[in-house]
Structure formats: structure tokens, C-alpha cells
């Protein structure tokens, strides 16, 4: 037995512990001889068995031990393909080639992946392989290898020319076919012609749809059995030649048929290319829908920008904006890089990033997205992201990949597409033998006729379609609603979760504190209060302070300067305004103070045990107000709790902070389980535990400090904002901070696993059930018997459904509503003089 090496790095090894970890790691892998890591290259070189080698178990063991290995991926385009079963085959070759260590290949974008090692293997020998299997690998960057979308050389517009073509001599075709069983005009017509003529006919009309509009059929199909690889070319072209052949030899020497089967099936041959023709422009229309989610992020980039230059502003194609250029951005003008403002002030519109339809004031030093558009004003800014650098560019490529990636659901179809073919022309040879050994006369006729149904009917094309589809229109709609999926995947798990996690400060509050109370003693008006105690906190650093500073602001109030600050560590500040005595603190600091806090003691008790913060304020050494401050709830957490509930969908709460805040927060939220005061290294730990229990979690965090429990979790979902994505944390991104997204996230989930498997049932179903009409099984009993023709426009209908259900969920609508965005504070509770025991 032969041995092969495998030779690549690893990142994260610091130390011979490390080294060691990783060679037992990879020496209990099945097939490998010996395996041996050099730290200060930062490598490994593993012997193995050739025939027992699998690449991706070296690679995941090397995963398992904590490290990361270092593989390249490409991607290329491959034409040729028509169903799973070509899906299957190219996947197959890829994979067997050494040194690559997974291959995936997408039907509906027509495009391969491969992660490899590059020492191992490059894409020549990957482009070998996939013209040896009989189909045409094209590099990306090839000339004209962009999006081809009605452009005149593209497959659908070529698919549209045949059709055209093939459709002029077979409207005629059918007609004079279909004219010879009607009696009155079957006289007329012979009366015109004999109707060896009329067959003549019939056959010059066959002949330009049979080898010219279908050569493609030709072209595909024989390559498919030259490398003996049938596939739906290969059915085609075997039904349709078949078909014609058979009724040119009964044209030309009727004499060697049995007496009754010398039919002709010329209408039949010409139909069966058309109809497949007409099925596949179809198809291409309909897979060009499915990827307009991508077509419309890239509209949205801008394809020039004014820059200066050598003093002068120039106009130059977006690609040369370098970091660090100034850009000028007019009125109404969409914004082509990302940058930050560094002259001007406007409105600008984020609603195609974010979802947010609300314009968001930009000054100096604002961050600005390439894609938005400006308001009315002018801005220019200093370009920070250009090119494949830009949050515009990052959604795409996310978006890209995450339709490109295969579920496990996909692969087993594509595997049983891979054997089904063959089977197909198995079970054609047989009913072809069966009606001549056991059917009526004329039983070469019936032979042929069934045999030939049978081929076109079982096409695989459905199967192969079934889920590319539904996970392009499904990542897509994510992508318009401001949910972007980061791995195609992540649907499939998804659909199945039964718990969501979520992190508290940040993601289920807003993350800041905020003044949420402020109650009055008689005598002192509350704007009054507000206004000198916000004077006081203007010179503390201080949170709390800085919350009671925003609500005064917010309220209009004119803040006064405050004078002789003191801090009293660990109860209170102080300080004087308009020549009054203000002071700030806590129960303790009244006491220490001699004031009387007794009238406003129950209610701060009350607020304590709501997880606010209450805090006492004096003026002249009299009690004036009690105020209090805390991290509030998202205005949509609530509703977000209770949808998921709806769902079915288990809600707990994972935070670090205290047992009675978070215990407040969860009460207010109806949240289910609170697993308070754990750190965020331990947070994955409680994922797992959750996951012990039989459970399918989703966390959702803030994608940053998170990123350990993010990535245990089965799906992890990072809300960030349209510039501060944590787009490597999560499976799933929301794009904004607004937790109506994880309930959208999950229905959309779950829609698009429901078309998949409306897909696969309608799919599958299909074909198990025509076949054996096909065959003519049904013969017998009902007479029933179909026409090739009639087959492959049946087949032809199956994968139109297919993508027609998968378009549907373009019109998914979102379960939950996002709110509007919250502004930076919460105005506080209104109370009248006097009154201590009710907030407004």
C-alpha cells in the first residue's frame, strides 16, 4: 500500500505543549503512519495511507486540538452542468484529488469551491479534472466572467435564440401531426398529398430542431457518456435521437419493422427538443431572479467618485480611491467608499444597509457606508474602506457565500442524484424488454414509445434545484430585511433551533444607562432639579452621570456651570449652582449629610428592586428629589420574547451581571432561564450545558466579547449596526441592533427548510410516481400509455415548479416589525410637586 505526505501550517501553536497536543491529535487519525509539527515553522507534515487518507479528518483533528490549519480556497465557475447528478460527479472528482480537502459545487450559481492545500494540489489540475468529467471550468477573473444577466451571450439568451428557432419548425410539425387523427382534415390533407409526403414533410421540419437547435444536447450529452457519466443530456439525447431515428428508418425501409409498428415519431423528436428547450430558458430566467439579491448590492456601489487630487477635484473610477483620499460627495449623490466626514453636515439615507428608513444626521468626524445615499447637503470625507474593504462589499461577499454553501440536506440529494441516472436508463432497457417479451401487438412500438417516456420523465433536474434555489431566495430576502446569513447552513440549522440565548447588557438592553425616574418633593420643580443636577454630573465622568447630563440636554434644559465640585468617594458628589448647595448620592450619603430621605425611601427600594439604580438629591440640606438611572430594555425586547414563545422557542437570558438585576430584567421580559454572573470565557460552557440537555441553541450576542459563546452555539447570531458588523462571530448578522431580527431570522429559517422540503417531496414524488405510468404499467387497466412528448414536457414542469415555489419566498414578509431607533435617552418620569408616590 502507498503512502502520501500532506504538508501545511497552523496558526495558534505557542509553545511545545501545543506541538505535542497536535501530534496526538493527528496520529489517532484513521490512516496516518506519523505525523510531526515544527513550532518555529509553524507546520505539519503528516504520512498517511493513500487509500485510507482523508484530508478533512487531518484537518478537522487539527481543529479538535484547539488550532487552526492553513488552507487557500478557490472558486470557479463550471458550464455544462444540468442537474444533481453533474453536481455529483464534478464534487466527486475535485474531491479525490490530493491535497483538497473539501469541494463543494452549486448548481444554481454554477460554481465550484475547493479549500486545498496548495503544496498539495493547484487549479490546473482542478480544471483538469472537471474537463475530464466533462464539463468546462472558467476562472472568475476570465474577461466577460461577470454577471451576463441579458447580455446577448449568455446561456439565456442562448437557450433563447434555440428556442426560437426550434419553436418555428415545431408549431408546424405538431400541427400537421396532430391534423392527421382528426378525420375530416386527415382526408383533406391526403387529398392534397400522400401521406408519404406529408411524413417527408414532417421530417424536414424535424431535422434543423433535431440538430441545430438541440445540438447543445449533443454537445453536453456525449461528453457525459464519453466519461461514462449519463446524465439529463445524456437522457435527452438518447430519448429525442431515438425517436427520430427510429422514425427515419420507418420512413425509409418500413419492411424490417413487425407488421403495425412502423410509426413515425418525427412530432415527438422535434417536441421533446423544444419543450426542453423551453423548460431550460425558464429555468435560466427564473435562476437569474434568485440571485438578484446580490445583483441589487451590487447596484448599489458607485462606479465613479470626485477625489482630490494635486489640489484639484478629479472624477476617477471607484477601484483607484485609495485610503486616506479626500472625497466629495454632492446632494442626492450615493456615497462610493466608506470614510468619515471631515467638512460638511447632512442626512444621509442607510435604509439599503440597515433596513433603517429613517435618514441619519452626519457632521464631522460621522462614519459613512459606501452604497447609502446623500441627503441635501454636501459631505466630504476621508476615505477609510475601498475596494473588497468596505462594509458594502463585505455584505456582499457574505451574502455570496452563504448561497454558495451546501446543507446537508443538498448533499444527499446530490449523492442520490449520482446513482439515479443510471438507474433511470436501467429501468428504460427494462420496460423496452418487458413490452417486447409481453406487450400487445404492435409490441415494438409500445416498447419503444415506453422506453423512451421513461428516459425523459425521470430527469434528475428538480432534484438538483431543489434546495440552490430556495437557499439563494432565502439569503437574498435575509439580505433585503437587513439579515445576513454568513453560511448557507446556518438556515438549516436554524429551522431546528428550540432555544435562543440571549447576552444581556447591549443586546437585550440598550447598553447604556439611562434616567428613567425622577420624582419631586413639594416646594422644587422638576425641570429645576433636573436642570442643577445635571450641573453638578456635567463634571463628573462618571455613567450615571453622564445619563442625568442627556436627559437634561434632551429636555432643552439650559445646564448652568457648577462650581467647588467635591467627590465623595462611594456615596455622592456635590457641588454649588446658582449659589445653591446640590448634592448627589446614595441613601448613606443623606444620612451622613443629615438629611431625612424617609419620605422617598420606599419608592427607592422599590426602584432598587427593579434593577434601577435610585440615587437622593438635596439643595440647601433639604431632601429634593429622588432620581434613578439604569440600562433599560430594547423597546422591541418584549415582543421579541413573547414571538419567540409563539414559536415555541425556549427564551433564557446568559449575563455576567448581578443575580437581582438580571432577575428584573428577565421578569420584565417574560424571559424563561437566567444564568446570571458568569464570565464571558464561561459563557460557551453554558451553551454546552444547554446542549447536554438535548437542546439546539442559538446564542445571540453582540459578536465581540460573545465570539467563544457565538461559535458553541449551533447557530450564533451577532446584532450589530450597519458599520460595526461583527460579520466573523456569528452564522447569522443582523445589521442592525433591533432584535426583531432574531424572530425574523428564525420564520425565515424556517420557510425556506418548508420550500426545501416542498421542493424534494414535489421532486422526488414526481418522478417515483410518473415513472412507472411512463413505463406503462398502467397499460392493462386504463390504457394509459404517454407520449414522449408529453414526458419531457412533464419533466420540463417539475423543475419549473421547483423554482417557482423557491421564488416565493421572495414575498416573505417579516413576522416581527423593527422599531424605530431609540434616541440616546430615555425621557424620565414626570411627577408633580409634591406628589412622591406616582410617576407620570
Known amino acids: 500500500m502507498s503512502d502520501k505526505t500532506l504538508e501545511f501550517g497552523i496558526d495558534g501553536m505557542m509553545c511545545g505543549a501545543c506541538v505535542a497536543r497536535v501530534e496526538k491529535k493527528l496520529r489517532k ?14 507546520r505539519a507534515r503528516v504520512t498517511l495511507d493513500d487509500s485510507a487518507a482523508d484530508v478533512s479528518a487531518v484537518f478537522a483533528a487539527v481543529e479538535g486540538a484547539g488550532y487552526t490549519p492553513v488552507a487557500e480556497e478557490t472558486e470557479f465557475r463550471v458550464d455544462g452542468m444540468t442537474c444533481g447528478a453533474c453536481v455529483s460527479r464534478v464534487e466527486k472528482k475535485l474531491s479525490r484529488l490530493d491535497g483538497v480537502i473539501e469541494a463543494t459545487v452549486n448548481l444554481t450559481t454554477e460554481r465550484a469551491r475547493v479549500r486545498y492545500l496548495p503544496a498539495q494540489v493547484d487549479r490546473d489540475a482542478m480544471f483538469a479534472v472537471v474537463e475530464k468529467a466533462g464539463y468546462t471550468p472558467v476562472s472568475l477573473d476570465a474577461p466577460g466572467n461577470q454577471d451576463t444577466v441579458g447580455d446577448e451571450d449568455s446561456d439565456a439568451a442562448q437557450l433563447k435564440r434555440s428556442l426560437r428557432l426550434a419553436a418555428l419548425f415545431t408549431i408546424p410539425l405538431f400541427v400537421i401531426a396532430m391534423a392527421h387523427m382528426v378525420p375530416g382534415v386527415a382526408s383533406a390533407m391526403n387529398a392534397v398529398a400522400p401521406p408519404i409526403a406529408w411524413t417527408i414533410l414532417e421530417l424536414v421540419l424535424a431535422t434543423p430542431v433535431q440538430f441545430y437547435a438541440g445540438w447543445r444536447f449533443y454537445q453536453l450529452g456525449w ?3 464519453k466519461h461514462a457519466a449519463p446524465g439529463m443530456n445524456s437522457l435527452v439525447m438518447i430519448g429525442s435521437n431515438a425517436a427520430y431515428f427510429y422514425s427515419l428508418v420507418a420512413l425509409i425501409a418500413p419492411a424490417i419493422f413487425p407488421a403495425g409498428s412502423a410509426h413515425t415519431y418525427f412530432d415527438a423528436a422535434g417536441m421533446i427538443v423544444t419543450l426542453i428547450l423551453l423548460g431550460r430558458y425558464l429555468e435560466a430566467l427564473a435562476r437569474g431572479r434568485t440571485s438578484q439579491a446580490v445583483q441589487g448590492l451590487m447596484k448599489l456601489q458607485s462606479k465613479t467618485a470626485r477625489v482630490q487630487r494635486d489640489g484639484e477635484w478629479r472624477e476617477i473610477d ?3 480611491v485609495a485610503r486616506g483620499d479626500r472625497v466629495a460627495i454632492r446632494p442626492g449623490e450615493r456615497v462610493p467608499v466608506d470614510g468619515t466626514v471631515v467638512d460638511g453636515e447632512s442626512y444621509v439615507d442607510e435604509s439599503m444597509i440597515s433596513g433603517e428608513p429613517v435618514p441619519v444626521a452626519k457632521q464631522r468626524d460621522s462614519e459613512v457606508i459606501g452604497g447609502t445615499v446623500n441627503g441635501d447637503g454636501v459631505l466630504e470625507i476621508e476615505a477609510t474602506g475601498v475596494g473588497g474593504d468596505t462594509v458594502l462589499a463585505g455584505i456582499i461577499r457574505m451574502v455570496e457565500e452563504a448561497q454558495g454553501e451546501k446543507p446537508a440536506i443538498q448533499a444527499v440529494a446530490d449523492r442520490i442524484a449520482g446513482v439515479f441516472v443510471p438507474i433511470v436508463m436501467a429501468v428504460s432497457a427494462v420496460t423496452f424488454i418487458g413490452w417486447l417479451i409481453f406487450g400487445p401487438s404492435p409490441a415494438l412500438a409500445l416498447a419503444f414509445v415506453s422506453a423512451v417516456s421513461v428516459l425523459l420523465i425521470a430527469c434528475p433536474c428538480a432534484m438538483g434545484l431543489a434546495t440552490p434555489t430556495a437557499i439563494m431566495v432565502g439569503t437574498g430576502r435575509g439580505a433585503s430585511m437587513g439579515v445576513l446569513f454568513r453560511r448557507g447552513t446556518a438556515l438549516e440549522q436554524l429551522a431546528r433551533v428550540d432555544t435562543v440565548v440571549l447576552d444581556k447588557t447591549g443586546t437585550l438592553t440598550e447598553g447604556a444607562p439611562s434616567l428613567t425616574e425622577l420624582e419631586t418633593m413639594a416646594g422644587f420643580e422638576r425641570d429645576d432639579v433636573l436642570r442643577m443636577a445635571a450641573a453638578v454630573e456635567a463634571v463628573s465622568e462618571h455613567p450615571i452621570g453622564r445619563a442625568i447630563v442627556k436627559a437634561a440636554e434632551a429636555d432643552g434644559a439650559n445646564v448652568p456651570e457648577a462650581r467647588d465640585f467635591t467627590t465623595h468617594t462611594g456615596q455622592g458628589v456635590e457641588a454649588v449652582v446658582d449659589d445653591r448647595t ?24 422599590a426602584l432598587a428592586e427593579a434593577a434601577r439604580t435610585p440615587l437622593y438629591v438635596a439643595i440647601d440640606g433639604q431632601l429634593a428629589a429622588l432620581l434613578a438611572v439604569a440600562d433599560p430594555a430594547r423597546p422591541e425586547a418584549a415582543d421579541m420574547v413573547a414571538a419567540l414563545h409563539e414559536r415555541g422557542v425556549e427564551v433564557a437570558m446568559l449575563t455576567g451581571d448581578n443575580e437581582a438585576t438580571a432577575r428584573a430584567i428577565a421578569t420584565e421580559l417574560g424571559i424563561d432561564r437566567v ?27 453582540d459578536g465581540i466579547n460573545d465570539a467563544p459563546a457565538l461559535t458553541q452555539a449551533e447557530v450564533g447570531i451577532a446584532v450589530g449596526s450597519g458599520t460595526d458588523i461583527a460579520i466573523e462571530a456569528g452564522d447569522v448578522v443582523l445589521m442592525r441592533a433591533d432584535l426583531s431580527g432574531v424572530v425574523n431570522a428564525l420564520a425565515l429559517a424556517a420557510r425556506t427548510m418548508r420550500t426545501i422540503r416542498i421542493n424534494f417531496g414535489w421532486a422526488y414524488g414526481y418522478n417515483v410516481l410518473l415513472i412507472p405510468l411512463a413505463a406503462g404499467v398502467f397499460y392493462p387497466l386504463t390504457g394509459w400509455l404517454l407520449n414522449p412528448a408529453i414526458a419531457a414536457a412533464a419533466m420540463s414542469v417539475s423543475s419549473i415548479f421547483v423554482l417557482t415555489n423557491s421564488l416565493r419566498l421572495r414575498r416573505f414578509t417579516a413576522v416581527l416589525a423593527p422599531v424605530a431607533t431609540r434616541s440616546d435617552s430615555v425621557e424620565p418620569a414626570r411627577s408633580e410637586p409634591g406628589d412622591v408616590s406616582r410617576a407620570a
Not at 446640590?582 to 427600594?605: C, S, T, W
Not at 454572573?677 to 450576542?701: C, N, S, T, Y
Open 29 to 42: 487519525v484513521e490512516g496516518v503512519h506519523d505525523a510531526s509539527v515544527n513550532l518555529a515553522t509553524e
Open 318 to 320: 471607484v477601484g483607484d
Open 675 to 701: 444564568v446570571a454572573g458568569v464570565m464571558p470565557q464561561a459563557k460557551a460552557d453554558e451553551i454546552k450545558r444547554l446542549q447536554g440537555d438535548d437542546r439546539i441553541v442559538a446564542f445571540v450576542g
Open 223 to 225: 461528453g457525459e457518456l
Open 582 to 605: 446640590v448634592q448627589i448620592g446614595a441613601a448613606r450619603f443623606m444620612e451622613n449629610l443629615g438629611i431625612d430621605h424617609a419620605p422617598l425611601a420606599d419608592r427607592a427600594k
